[in-house]
């Protein structure tokens, strides 16, 4: 599509400015909490609910996200163009 939504180029071990370690790690630490700390909290809430109440939470949750996906199947282009700031790579001593 040649888009460019970031760039990481001045970053410590990135990877051609796509990825970086920084945000790896970053990534990494807190998909751990969210594995270890707040599924479990999400577990016992949800299984005190009735079977009809969570029953009603997936149907509204899967109704937003197939309206999502609908929304996104008919106006892709509407959005206005990324902003990019190329000021890292500049810095970097790569052309802007």
Known sequence: WGIRMWDYSCKFLNIDGRVC????????????????????????????L??????????????????DIAWAVVQPYDAPPPIIDNTCRSQAGSPA
């Open 21 to 48: 370690l920084e945000d790896s790690l970053r990534f990494a630490i807190l998909g751990m909490v969210g594995i270890y700390l707040i599924v479990p909290l999400l577990d016992k809430l949800l299984s005190k």
């Open 50 to 67: 009735s079977r009809l109440v969570t029953g009603i939470i997936v149907g509204v949750l899967l109704a937003l996200f197939l309206g």
